[in-house]
């Protein structure tokens, strides 16, 4: 059974950083992405930024130029170095895996998420 644990979240005021870390654990095949989304009171999930296990990175416009994201393809975690943090990119954010199960088949599972809130 995968399982996704995450840390970093925390308090921080506008202007400041954080780092986001995600250790998957579990029978993992190597053909996955691995991302962080984010989900504010009221709104929708929406995507951050992912990277393939290839390195192919995505990141949404809202966050582009101030977000990092890396992974450890040998130890299955990904990190999210946010910089500039603004009081919009407040939310709880989940980290996703998403990985082949088949050949047509893929499976997503998440982590519990971890609360990121920023002070104006």
């Known amino acids: 059974q995968v399982q996704l644990a995450e840390s970093g979240g925390g308090l921080v005021q506008a202007g400041g950083s954080l780092k986001l870390a995600c250790a998957a654990s579990g029978s993992i095949f190597r053909d996955n992405a691995m991302g962080w989304y984010r989900q504010a009171p009221g709104k929708q999930r929406e995507l951050v930024a992912t990277i393939t296990s290839g390195g192919t990175t995505n990141y949404a416009d809202s966050v582009k130029g101030r977000f990092t994201i890396s992974r450890d393809n040998v130890r299955n975690t990904v990190d999210l170095q946010m910089n500039s943090l603004k009081p919009e990119d407040t939310a709880v954010y989940l980290c996703?895996?998403?990985?082949?199960?088949?050949?047509?088949?893929?499976?997503?599972?998440w982590g519990q998420g971890t609360q990121v809130t920023v002070s104006s």
């Open positions: 996703n895996l998403h990985v082949r199960a088949g050949l047509i088949r893929w499976n997503d599972y």
